[in-house]
């Protein structure tokens, strides 16, 4: 049952409740042949719930586009307010087009009708989305879309839990469009059986969903809702078989073993012990040494089976019950038989986790005595060195990891990676030259260890920090002669920032760089941005080159293009960077798209509202494009995508046609480049960004990093919308624009995360004096811990970056400040 379908409560929008007075006013008895398409909506089963519209005080009320009582611009308008999320005012238009008499054709009533029915559904406004398609039903039962409308109300009486007529809607969808969704057709058509107490109908339908045709992560999905249905009515077996379906098609090891686990209770449920216990240990064997291994091996304790004491150990050791692993351990010491260094090296983790460092150090040790020769003999030397330091003894960690280097050189990867976590330590205990003293050693010799590029970094940030300039530009010298890619650039920027900071216009460029007197300019910030051209660090290179200031916007901003020559230029850079041969226009889906079933599946749930799953269709259909190497099929579906709404798939159909021609973003085409960093919502951002003063580039910049400008974007702390604001923050903000009645779903609407977003950026920004970088540290991470990075590095943007403690944080400001690169180029002019 759809537990996500609400009724709507009886406070309803007089624009709303105004559709009942206009059922005999509009019956008009014609019929059409294709009214204007329905633009995307959202699924019903995904639909925001709100009690009361929000409003804002009179001061801060993000305003609507004004409107133009010309019919075509009434449709224009209304679809623009729809878009932007101001659904009551959209409908409000709807019906000043309804009211229009003989200024609206036919056609337009039609569509206003089917859209006003759309709105209302997508506001969750059951009622009045199943009357205007019942309207349109009734007046236009010839029109291209009265299937889609049967498929909407279907949705809409869903909703009302109106399950029989809701049923009657879905199949008469069934007999009109055969063979495009039916397997989303009879999933709902089984949902409201369920909810009607009709199991075994239900159970067909479901059966049904299965056999008809969808894409493979959705299949997947669906057979896991239907198993679970196949529990919840006591019928295991047909659950299991479910199960084993999924188990023939997944890949992915992790869910695999859940789907796995799964079926084993299924089994158990039914009293099919034998096969249930089979089904476990097969589990335990598979999946050894994972948590979903340890929960199979509870549930064989449970029926009275045991299992091999060293499987059992590494299972809890897996699932963090390390008291149990212990356990286990030393029975399998106990049992005698064929020791190994795994087994010592495991208990030792275990006891060290629950506290006992001695005993672990004991374990340990046992692996250097008795297995020299073992491939874990150098992990067990480390972890004698990681004891120390979990119980708080840097120093004789240092001592210990240092002997391995001294001891062990032999032992590349445990030798190398000693000398780091020696170098580390010095370093985070205020002992700088001795780190960096340790780095370097690390990096002569182990030049390719995994860990030296990383250890010569946080060397030489440490270098710059103590002003010493030759020092740093030899450690980032050699990064540059070890690395590429993003390493590479962040290193050259680096050394050019170092060479311009010593006023190094001429003697040192020449010394240790080609290029004459402009060195760090024209050749070491080329070289970085010759790297990684889509990096952080390329844009900081520009920036320096160009002698702008971190997100310095530009002078003046330029939105609107000429589409057609814009498409040309682009087609001409597609046939150069991937040799194209083909005549005619390349952005048109070829015959081979527009009939793939994921395509035309994905199309039509859009056409119903059905969001989520249409997005679940298309993902697949995207995925298989990049897989092919089809960099000109995923032009054309970028393309098909932004027209249809499908914002955050069209970017990604973008980067992967850019990634695959080996370029970076601003070396192609500029519109192919815009695709991939697009303007969209510039009419919510532009006015937000105007009255808190501040770049709109930096909040287009931050929506794209957010959310890829999907609206119905969520995260796992509840954040939500485009801005990805966290629910007490947005109550927070809430609180200070008095928004009434505020509801955390209300961020799916673009122009309040816009306005959410923009304030609560607009607040990091006065917080840090205007300081950008520091304001989007405390945008994602608070404004506590931006304070604290702030106060180590300053104003300078890549010192701040060394500073922070959360990668992830690093990696967001730095996508951004990339970002506003991106879109200052393709949208700015100076």
Not at 360 to 379: H, K, S
Not at 472 to 496: F, N, P
Not at 549 to 569: C, H, M, R
Request: contains cysteine.
């Amino acid at each position: 049952m759809r537990s996500l379908y609400k009724r709507k409560n009886n406070s309803m929008m007089p624009i709303f409740r105004a559709l009942g007075s206009l059922l005999c006013l509009l019956a008009c008895g014609c019929n059409i042949s294709k009214p204007e398409p329905p633009a995307p909506t959202v699924n019903a089963s995904q639909i925001i719930v709100v009690t009361a519209t929000p409003r804002l005080d009179a001061q801060i009320v993000p305003t609507p586009p004004p409107l133009n009582s010309d019919s075509a611009n009434l449709f224009a308008s209304a679809e623009a307010l729809a878009r932007n999320g101001y659904l009551e005012e959209a409908a409000d238009t709807y019906l000043r087009l309804l009211n229009a008499d003989a200024d609206i054709r036919i056609d337009q009533r039609a569509a206003a009708i089917f859209r006003y029915g759309q709105i209302a559904l997508r506001a969750g406004y059951f009622q009045q989305a199943a009357d205007a398609f019942s309207l349109f039903i009734a007046d236009f039962p010839n029109a291209a879309e009265i299937a889609q409308a049967y498929f909407l109300r279907g949705d809409a009486r869903l909703g009302l839990s109106l399950w029989q007529l809701a049923i009657g809607d879905l199949q008469q969808y069934l007999a009109l469009r055969p063979g495009l969704i039916d397997s989303y057709a009879y999933e709902r058509i089984a949902d409201a059986q369920i909810a009607m107490g009709e199991t075994d109908v239900a159970l067909e339908n479901y059966e049904l969903a299965t056999q008809a045709t969808r894409s493979v992560v959705p299949l997947l999905a669906l057979r896991e809702k239907v198993a679970q249905i196949y529990i919840n009515l006591g019928y295991p077996v047909q659950a299991a078989e479910q199960y084993d379906a999924v188990l023939a098609v997944a890949r992915n090891q992790p869910y695999r073993a859940h789907i796995a686990l799964s079926a084993a209770r299924a089994l158990l449920e039914g009293d099919d012990i034998a096969l249930a216990v089979s089904s476990l240990q097969t589990v335990v064997a598979d999946y050894s040494g994972t948590a979903t291994a340890w929960q199979a091996q509870v549930l064989l304790d449970q029926l009275g089976y045991g299992a091999d004491p060293f499987e059992r150990g590494k299972a809890a050791f897996a699932a963090g019950d390390w008291s149990a692993a212990v356990d286990a351990f030393n029975r399998a010491l106990a049992a005698g038989g064929a020791l190994s260094a795994e087994l010592y090296l495991q208990l030792g983790r275990a006891q060290r986790n629950l506290g006992n460092s001695e005993v672990a150090t004991t374990a340990f040790q046992t692996i250097i005595d008795l297995y020299p020769g073992d491939p874990l003999f150098g992990a067990a030397l480390l972890e004698r060195g990681r004891t120390r330091f979990l119980a708080g003894d840097h120093s004789a960690a240092i001592e210990l990891y240092l002997a391995i280097a001294d001891g062990f050189p032999q032992l590349a990867s445990a030798a190398g990676e000693a000398l780091w976590r020696a170098g580390y330590l010095y370093g985070t205990g205020g002992e700088t030259a001795l780190s960096r003293q340790t780095f370097k050693r690390l990096a002569d010799s182990f030049p390719q260890h995994e860990l030296t590029t990383s250890g010569l970094f946080m060397a030489a940030s440490a270098a710059v920090r103590e002003s010493d300039w030759a020092g740093a530009a030899a450690l980032y010298s050699r990064i540059v002669s070890l690395t590429s890619g993003e390493d590479h650039a962040a290193a050259q920027l680096w050394l050019g920032r170092i060479a311009l900071r010593q006023g190094d216009t001429g003697g040192a460029g020449q010394k240790l760089w080609p290029g004459g007197k402009n060195a760090p300019r024209n050749y070491l910030f080329a070289q970085a941005i010759r790297a990684a051209p889509d990096s952080y660090f390329a844009a900081r290179a520009g920036d320096i080159r160009s002698d702008r200031q971190p997100f310095q916007p530009p002078e003046t901003l330029n939105f609107d293009f000429d589409p057609a020559a814009e498409l040309a230029e682009a087609e001409q850079w597609l046939r150069s960077a991937f040799v194209i041969q083909e005549p005619g226009d390349l952005w048109r889906l070829t015959p081979e798209l527009a009939s793939d079933p994921r395509w035309i599946r994905g199309r039509e749930l859009f056409s119903v509202g059905a969001m989520d799953e249409a997005l679940g269709e298309l993902d697949e259909l995207l995925g298989s494009a990049r897989d092919a190497g089809k960099a000109l099929d995923s032009y054309r579906l970028a393309i098909a995508l932004r027209d249809i709404g499908a914002y955050r798939e069209s970017i990604i159909a973008a980067a992967d046609v850019i990634n695959a021609s080996g370029q970076g973003t601003l070396q192609a085409a500029p519109a192919v480049a815009r695709l991939r960093f697009p303007a969209y919502y510039i009419d919510l951002i532009a006015p937000v960004a105007q009255k808190r003063e501040f770049d709109p580039l930096l909040m287009l910049s931050l929506i794209r990093q957010e959310s890829l400008f999907n609206t119905y974007a969520t995260a796992a702390a509840g954040e939500k919308g485009m801005t990805q604001v966290i629910p007490g923050t947005a109550q927070y903000i809430a609180d200070k624009l008095n928004w009434q009645d505020y509801e955390h779903s209300v961020l799916f609407r673009p122009y309040a995360a816009v306005e959410f977003g923009g304030y609560y950026l607009d607040e990091q920004l006065e917080l840090f004096d205007q300081y950008p970088i520091a304001a989007l540290a405390a945008y994602n991470a608070g404004p506590g811990r931006a304070y604290d990075w702030r106060a180590l590095s300053g104003d300078d943007p890549d010192l701040f970056m060394t500073t922070i403690t959360i990668d992830s944080t690093r990696k967001y400001i730095q996508y951004i400040y990339r970002n506003h690169t991106i879109y200052r180029a393709l949208y700015g002019d100076d």
